[in-house]
């Protein structure tokens, strides 16, 4: 009961605060996950919102009390969650005027499009008219490569894909463990 009145008050007063921002001026922190130097400030609380719901999802997981009831909440991170996808893809070269459409089906359902534009990708959200390839998946369930669980049987999944890195093999925002466990 202590932690849950705690979390009652904090919530609140968190929301609070949050009201009083400008939420299209520059962030303290930027959202390095994004890889932006300088954030909105939308963007930085999005993360933080982002973080909440997936912990609160691993919670809810590990107590079999099942996902969240609001899929606007699912589609929220979702929202957010594409803005890291420009600079997950990078430096990956590609013809310019490439696009490819990220559609997610379910009750959270989404759709945007990342294109190649100049020198860099940018992501939109809505469907484009024309793709060069598309990727569709469900907002909810699980993910099998070569029979095995992708969560419950990462290890697995590693040995029948035989993933090697093409570069250096290191990620320069992992940690060292983190890039040990990614070989």
């Given at each position: ?51 909440v719901w997936h912990h609160g ?34 430096d990956l070269a590609a013809p ?88």
């Amino acid at each position: 009961r202590v932690l849950t009145d705690l979390y009652a008050e904090a919530s609140a007063a968190l929301a609070g605060f949050i009201e009083t921002l400008d939420l299209d001026a520059n962030a303290f922190f930027a959202v390095s996950w994004a890889g932006e130097a300088r954030s909105r400030q939308w963007l930085d609380i999005g993360r933080e919102f982002t973080e909440v719901w997936h912990h609160g999802a691993q919670v809810r997981d590990a107590v079999g009390a099942g996902p969240f009831s609001d899929p606007d909440w699912l589609r929220a991170v979702l929202r957010i969650a594409m803005h890291v996808v420009p600079h997950a893809y990078g430096d990956l070269a590609a013809p310019r005027g490439t696009s490819i459409a990220i559609r997610v089906t379910g009750p959270a359902a989404g759709a945007w499009t990342l294109r190649r534009d100049q020198d860099q990708w940018t992501a939109d959200e809505g469907d484009p008219a024309d793709t060069t390839a598309s990727l569709t998946m469900p907002d909810e369930g699980s993910a099998t490569v070569a029979g095995h669980d992708v969560v419950r049987e990462p290890n697995s999944v590693r040995r029948a894909i035989g993933y090697v890195a093409q570069d250096s093999g290191v990620d320069r925002n992992a940690t060292g463990r983190e890039n040990l466990v990614l070989q």
